[in-house]
């Protein structure tokens, strides 16, 4: 089944009531979560009429489906903004690479928490939509591109694997962590840390990579 469209809005004035309903929507996924979302909770938290609301947005999907949509073009040009910058003055090392790379998108994460519920609750809220969720697979994409300069030829299969493991693996973790008291969400982002210098070093020792890599993102994250 096609995933509903959001109407375009024609004026300036439009696009900013457009964006105003996205971040209400957003804000409102924080309390209840997408499943819990109603349109009336939309209208009446941003303060207009159930009628404007339906006239961009003809249902819940359509709804989620222009917030998702906006997480995922903010995930592109961020993506494809690193990857110009680190191709333009490539970093010293691989280490640093990574760490350049991984920084901005934690602190993306952070600010945009609404972002993980709804990727978490993308099988049961998009289950009977033609819409694909692939903002890790575009994220761990770029960072393949960013890292493979510094992997041998031989390596790149690997470079693949470690790639997308680390994105998913961190996304989700993180999106838990918000889950969690400030002192266990502390403790659990520093395992975090732990789990992928090891999986670093146990897995990526031929890639050159440093246990480092992750640190200083991670450290990004602790102090939101």
């Not at 109603?38 to 009446?44: F, G, I, L, N, S």
């Not at 280490?95 to 709804?118: E, G, S, V, W």
């Not at 903002?135 to 493979?148: F, G, N």
Request: aromatic share 8%; glycine share 2%.
């Amino acid at each position: 089944m096609p995933a509903p469209k959001a109407k375009p809005p024609g004026q300036t004035r439009g696009h900013r009531r457009v964006q105003l309903l996205l971040d209400t929507a957003a804000d409102l996924i924080l309390i209840h979560g997408p499943e819990g979302l109603r349109m009336d909770m939309v209208a009446k938290q941003a303060a207009t009429s159930p009628g404007s609301l339906y006239q961009f947005f003809p249902n819940r999907s359509a709804l989620l489906t222009a917030l998702t949509e906006r997480y995922g073009k903010a995930i592109s040009s961020l993506a494809k903004d690193l990857v110009r910058k680190q191709t333009e003055r490539p970093p010293a090392s691989m280490a640093q690479a990574a760490q350049d790379f991984l920084a901005p998108f934690l602190d993306f994460y952070a600010h945009n928490r609404a972002y993980l519920i709804l990727a978490e609750a993308s099988d049961r809220v998009f289950s009977r939509l033609d819409h694909a969720f692939s903002e890790d697979d575009d994220v761990a994409q770029a960072m393949r591109r960013v890292l493979q300069p510094y992997v041998a030829a031989a390596q790149q299969d690997r470079l693949d694997l470690v790639c997308q493991m680390i994105v998913v693996t961190a996304h989700a973790a993180i999106a838990k962590s918000f889950d969690l008291t400030e002192a266990s969400r502390a403790a659990w982002l520093a395992e975090l840390d732990r789990w992928i210098q090891s999986y670093i070093d146990r897995k990526s020792t031929r890639l050159n990579s440093s246990h480092t890599v992750i640190s200083y993102a991670v450290f990004c994250l602790k102090k939101k």
